[in-house]
């Protein structure tokens, strides 16, 4: 009888004990949950990155097997006068998109922030563009930059300036200025929200007393409300550049690279030497990619060291 009294008891103390046990090593509850993920990763990003290493190093063409070459594709990679004009025109797009992107969408936010008349349709009207994809996008603007009937030129035509009016995706000098535009145009409306939330989540006891020291509106913009969401824009300044340093789906439906190579990016020109030219290696292209992975690795991190928050701000 007493026996059947303390069933529950030693039953109840042992699993305290587990449960003890289990909350004192919890990796084996933390390694179930990350197992599908880490899985995931595995098959869809690590081992890819892998495979292209791999083959960056090899010659690999159909009903073959891989022939080791050293580092034969990255000598040739040097002399490859088509590789750097890419790496030019990416590294122009990495460059002055992202400034423009953050720039206009600070002025944007800043406009909402002050509670402009019809501030409410503006929000939605400017973020409506990155819903759309690049596909969209492309098309949109093909239309617009045509030289018959596209509504830049016809607008130049009706105010006088016909001169202006040109081939803005078959000139080489326009080309890559006018896709510089069209991702401006598309990212702006994402960078003015993540900005105007930052600022409206500024402390209000913090303007206040800047209003209460009689600083002015555009002292106050420069010397509190822009320090204090330097953090934000320097992370959408970063992730833009990483954006801009892959960009492919809006060349390739727009330009392809043309006219001359004048649009021409690291991307684009991966996908064409593995998938349309008659090289038949996978090596070479492989080879580009580990090199642009490594660039762009390089530049992330340099920005970020770059931009870092030396002195924390408090408040």
């Known amino acids: 009888m007493s026996r059947d009294v303390n069933a529950p008891a030693t039953a109840h103390a042992e699993a305290a004990q587990e449960a003890e046990r289990d909350h004192a090593n919890p990796f084996s509850a933390i390694a179930i949950f990350l197992l599908p993920a880490l899985i995931v990763y595995a098959a869809f990003t690590a081992l890819p990155v892998a495979r292209t290493f791999y083959n960056s190093t090899h010659l690999i063409v159909p009903n073959r097997p891989a022939e080791w070459v050293g580092f034969t594709h990255y000598v040739e990679l040097w002399s490859d006068q088509m590789f750097w004009k890419a790496v030019w025109n990416t590294l122009t797009w990495a460059a002055v998109a992202p400034v423009l992107e953050v720039s206009i969408a600070t002025l944007l936010a800043l406009a909402l922030y002050a509670k402009v008349p019809f501030?409410?349709?503006?929000?939605?009207?400017?973020?409506?563009?990155?819903l759309m994809s690049y596909v969209v996008v492309g098309i949109l603007w093909m239309w617009i930059y045509n030289f018959d009937w596209g509504a830049l030129n016809a607008l130049l035509r009706a105010v006088g300036l016909g001169d202006w009016a040109r081939p803005w995706l078959g000139h080489p000098d326009t080309a890559l200025p006018a896709l510089i535009a069209v991702t401006t145009w598309m990212w702006t409306g994402f960078n003015m929200v993540v900005i105007?939330?930052?600022?409206?989540?500024?402390?209000?006891?913090v303007l206040e007393a800047a209003?209460?020291?009689n600083c002015g509106w555009l002292a106050k913009l420069w010397f509190v409300i822009l320090p204090l969401i330097r953090p934000t824009l320097l992370n959408l300044v970063v992730l833009s550049f990483i954006g801009k340093m892959k960009i492919f789906d809006l060349v390739w439906v727009t330009t392809q690279g043309n006219p001359l190579w004048a649009t021409e990016t690291v991307s684009t020109y991966v996908y064409k030497?593995?998938?349309q030219w008659r090289t038949f290696d996978l090596g070479y292209p492989s080879t580009i990619a580990v090199i642009w992975f490594v660039i762009v690795l390089a530049g992330?991190?340099?920005?970020?060291?770059?931009?870092?928050?030396?002195?924390?701000?408090?408040?």
């Open 196 to 205: 105007l939330a930052a600022m409206s989540s500024l402390p209000s006891e």
């Open 119 to 130: 501030s409410r349709f503006l929000r939605v009207a400017w973020f409506t563009p990155v």
């Open 300 to 315: 992330v991190l340099g920005l970020t060291f770059l931009f870092r928050q030396r002195d924390r701000l408090e408040y």
């Open 211 to 213: 209003e209460l020291d």
């Open 273 to 275: 030497r593995a998938f």
